[in-house]
């Protein structure tokens, strides 16, 4: 019962874990693509070859047959011409057996009937047949009314056919066609009959020199395909290896990368990829090396983008933990000075009000960062941006009144006293937004008697376009330093220690509040700033330039 309990902890961990990280079990190599394609290309190759062979055995047949067909039509004409004779005419003696001493005692023992019909030479038999142009394996029957006369021509010599082989070929068709047939004791014949009258007339010749011919054609078509097929699967497997092995090479550039901990790990490697040499699309392998490495790029880019978005969450939550921890320990320490009655009261409640505005300030900021980002659309009403200008240089004024305001307005219809080409669709409290933050960073980050130029201009559109709106902050202050430039939009960024005269007063959300408000419009930020030494003695300055589309009216 004791070892119960981490069995069924080993089964849960076992059914928690992916499936795709189970081991496999690993493939034979009879289901290897190498040896699949080996074994398709030899199958191939064999039937193609098995093909031939019985291609060229059927032609072969056919050619011989149809050669033994001409023979036999031949030999069955001149035996139409010749069988009276042959039946009238006597036979002539057989040739003397040379060497032979006595033949009255050959003779008795050729006739022998111990010997028998495929042993025994005759004197009988077609005359045809021992007449010249005859050939070893040459077979004619003659049958004139009930007098039947047949042999075949055996080791130079005639013999009788018996009873049996002539009731086999009398038995045949005559059609004057060939015909196969297997004549017991004298062996397989291609034979063609006729009939005339009452005379029937076969003639045949023997099938085997054809079929040792046949069967030698097949025995060496039969070893050389083999050694065609033997050979192609070795060459053949040898070839796919040898083409399969770029595919290696990209499956151990996935499986590379496919071992590291990318979840674990707080920076992102650069991966390895496949080689270029391999990775060039146009053939299959090719494809799937560029392919991966497609992708290769793609996952390295999302998991580098991940890991940049993480580390600025990590900044923003650590910010904004700092911005709203000072704040709050104020109000803290005031407080308990308060319960103490250690401080004067006035002076604790004002510094608590002063703080709690601050860090309400600060929250609503997040807060509209965070509908920003969650893409929460902002109002679409014609605004006009000039009255918004001029409320903004006039709160300027009250806020910072050692600094020089102006304003850069286009010229105003006097019968309307507006301008119809500085109207946006917007949110007004965002655009208001807008040039105070604006405003504020030109004033926190300058020295006192900086000139700001807070101005409004139109940019003209085409017939199908209505134009855009340029609301700009301009100073002619230190400028922003270069390390701050590609970063002067980001959250908590804040230019302190190279623009700021008092060092505090700024979150560092401003101009990312401004940023995110241009973009939800249809807009965007652009700045133009030059330190001092940058450019011509004397210049230098920053301008901030929103550009909206204008509205159409």
């Known amino acids: 019962m004791t070892a119960s309990a981490p069995q069924a902890s080993n089964t849960e961990s076992q059914a928690s874990a992916p499936k795709h990280s189970a081991p496999q079990t690993k493939r034979k190599r009879s289901r290897l693509l190498t040896v699949r394609l080996s074994r398709f290309l030899a199958a191939a190759v064999a039937i193609a070859l098995v093909t031939m062979l019985a291609a060229s055995a059927f032609a072969m047949r056919s050619w011989m047959t149809s050669k033994l067909d001409s023979s036999l039509e031949s030999m069955l004409s001149r035996l139409e011409k010749n069988a009276e004779l042959t039946l009238e005419q006597p036979l002539p003696p057989p040739p003397p057996h040379h060497g032979d001493d006595d033949d009255d005692t050959q003779a008795p023992a050729s006739n022998s009937p111990s010997a028998g019909p495929t042993a025994t030479p005759t004197d009988k038999g077609p005359r045809g047949l021992r007449g010249p142009g005859s050939s070893d394996g040459q077979l004619q029957l003659i049958k004139h009314d009930d007098e039947v006369v047949s042999g075949v021509v055996k080791q130079f010599d005639v013999v009788e056919l018996d009873s049996e082989a002539q009731q086999q070929l009398l038995s045949l068709r005559c059609d004057s066609h060939g015909h196969d047939i297997n004549l017991k004791n004298y062996g397989a014949f291609r034979v063609m009959c006729t009939q005339k009258d009452s005379q029937t007339l076969i003639v045949g010749l023997s099938l085997a020199a054809n079929n040792s011919t046949f069967f030698a054609l097949i025995a060496v078509e039969g070893v050389i395909a083999l050694v065609v097929i033997l050979g192609a699967t070795f060459i053949g497997r040898k070839w796919i290896r040898r083409e399969m092995l ?147 240089v006039s709160d300027a004024h009250a806020a910072g009144p050692d600094h020089q305001w102006s304003l850069d307005l286009p010229e105003i219809d006097d019968e309307v006293d507006s301008c119809t080409s500085c109207t946006v669709l917007g949110d007004e409290s965002a655009l208001r937004q807008v040039f105070a933050n604006l405003v504020n960073n030109a004033r926190i980050h300058t020295p006192a008697g900086t000139h700001v130029k807070v101005g409004v201009q139109t940019i003209a559109g085409t017939a199908s376009t209505p134009g855009f709106v340029r609301l700009s902050v301009a100073d002619d202050g230190p400028g922003i330093a270069p390390e701050l430039r590609a970063t002067v939009f980001d959250r908590f960024v804040r230019g302190d220690t190279s623009r700021s005269r008092q060092g505090k007063g700024s979150s560092g959300l401003g101009l990312s509040i401004v940023s995110s408000i241009a973009e939800a419009l249809g807009g965007r930020v652009d700045v133009d700033t030059l330190c001092e030494g940058e450019g011509a003695p004397g210049e230098h300055g920053t301008t901030f330039s929103v550009i909206l589309p204008a509205a159409k009216l």
Not at 282 to 308: H, K, P, S, Y
Not at 321 to 340: D, F, N, V
């Open 246 to 392: 770029p595919l290696g090479e990209v499956a151990a550039t996935a499986r590379n990368i496919g071992s590291q901990d990318l979840i674990a790990a707080p920076t992102v490697d650069t991966f390895d990829r496949v080689d270029s040499s391999i990775a060039q699309p146009g053939d299959e392998v090719g494809d799937v090396g560029f392919a991966l490495n497609t992708m290769i790029d793609n996952v390295e880019t999302a998991l580098q983008a991940r890991a940049e978005s993480e580390q600025r969450l990590r900044q923003f939550v650590a910010d904004a933990s700092h911005e709203l921890r000072t704040p709050l320990a104020s109000i803290q320490g005031y407080t308990q000075l308060l319960q103490r009655g250690a401080t004067d009261q006035e002076l604790a409640l004002s510094r608590i009000a002063s703080e709690s505005a601050r860090m309400s300030g600060l929250v609503e900021d997040l807060l509209l960062l965070a509908r920003l980002d969650a893409g929460r659309e902002l109002a679409s009403d014609p605004v006009d941006v000039i009255p918004l200008a001029i409320d903004a």
